[in-house]
């Protein structure tokens, strides 16, 4: 292998590897917005769902109280 070789694959690889991570800074910024409105979206579609787990049983409650009392 000669000098000329070896002095460009120690160029190469570290340059490719700059190159590599600065890509991905940039993937990573220009999408992260988009997955943190997806994540809190779904986070506000599963409040609500706890919210209406959370009023049917209070419905189911207080109409079993309701029925409780007529007899």
């Given at each position: 292998?000669?000098?000329?070789f ?16 600065l ?28 919210d ?20």
């Amino acid at each position: 292998m000669s000098n000329a070789f070896a002095a460009l694959i120690w160029w190469v690889v570290p340059a490719v590897g700059l190159i590599g991570a600065l890509g991905y800074v940039v993937w990573v910024t220009k999408f992260e917005g988009k997955f943190q409105q997806e994540t809190q979206r779904s986070v506000g579609q599963f409040q609500r769902f706890q919210d209406s787990l959370r009023d049917s049983q209070a419905r189911d409650k207080s109409a079993g109280s309701d029925s409780g009392s007529a007899n």
